[in-house]
């Protein structure tokens, strides 16, 4: 079996130990860069370079209770309540980026010369503490959606050739359904003929502000109501302001209607 960095394989450390150690470093990672653009960075998850780093010593050591602590210090980092905090200013990149190097560097050193388990150790831990501070620092902050409020409602607004939404009448009111096939922002609604200003909402009331692809709201309406009147914005396309704008006869006036 070939050596990697003075270790054994087939003796110590297998492949397949090693790739999941791997594996549960890329997700830490992950996680890392995830939480940055939540302006969150590591406080107590900081402990998963030290927990994989029992994990590697494990099989080398030949002591099974490093193991035990190993993983009992993935779990506080994985699941303390405070692993990460809200970061009060852009972390700093380049001590992580010294940690990035100097982690390398001593791979590389141990390549060409060979060296001890705790050295390889000690690489692997500055050259993962170092990429977890690179993920948390040069992170990009994720655009927050902003609610659509009174200033879409009087705005000049569009009206679409191809309607982005569809509406079907129900006996409790009526069922506004997203067909453009890319989420739109929601401003409000309101009933045609009246001058209101109504957030849209699911069935069981939840406020949407985003109705995605498909997906399909409640309009209460009355039987007296004839219509409505839709204010969103859309995200498919660089567009205003836009109106969706349905009309029929109420249902209480439709044996009264007269054609001619």
């Known amino acids: 079996m070939p050596d990697w960095f003075g270790l054994t394989p087939g003796d110590q450390v297998t492949p397949q130990y090693a790739v999941a150690l791997a594996l549960i470093a890329g997700y830490w990672l992950w996680r890392v860069a995830r939480e940055a653009g939540r302006r969150l960075v590591p406080r107590v998850s ?10 590697w010593l494990t099989p080398v050591a030949d002591v099974p209770a490093l193991f ?6 993935l779990l506080l980092a994985e699941f303390w309540p ?5 970061a009060r200013e852009r972390p700093a990149w380049a001590w992580p980026l010294v940690g990035v190097l100097t982690g390398l560097a001593l791979l590389a050193l141990d ?65 506004l359904v997203n067909v453009s096939g890319k989420p739109l922002r929601l401003a409000g609604w309101s009933p045609s003929g009246m001058n209101a200003w109504l957030r849209v909402r699911t ?8 109705l995605h692809a498909g997906q399909a709201a409640f309009l ?24 969706f704008r349905a009309d029929w006869t109420p249902q209480a006036y439709a044996d009264q209607r007269v054609l001619n």
């Open 68 to 73: 035990g602590l190993g993983a009992a210090l």
């Open 220 to 243: 209460p309406l009355n039987e007296r109501m004839g219509g409505v009147r839709v204010w969103y914005m859309p995200t498919h396309r660089r567009a205003g302001p836009c109106l």
């Open 111 to 175: 390549a060409a010369r060979g060296g001890t388990e705790a050295a390889v150790v000690v690489a692997l831990a500055a050259l993962l503490a170092g990429l977890g501070g690179l993920s948390a620092a040069l992170y990009r902050e994720r655009p927050r959606s902003r609610t659509l409020g009174l200033e879409v409602r009087f705005a000049p607004v569009q009206l679409p050739e191809w309607p982005d939404l569809s509406v079907t009448l129900t006996e409790r009111g009526a069922e």
């Open 46 to 55: 900081w402990w998963t370079v030290p927990g994989l780093g029992l994990l």
């Open 82 to 86: 405070g692993a990460f905090r809200p």
């Open 203 to 210: 069935e069981a009331g939840t406020p949407l502000n985003t």
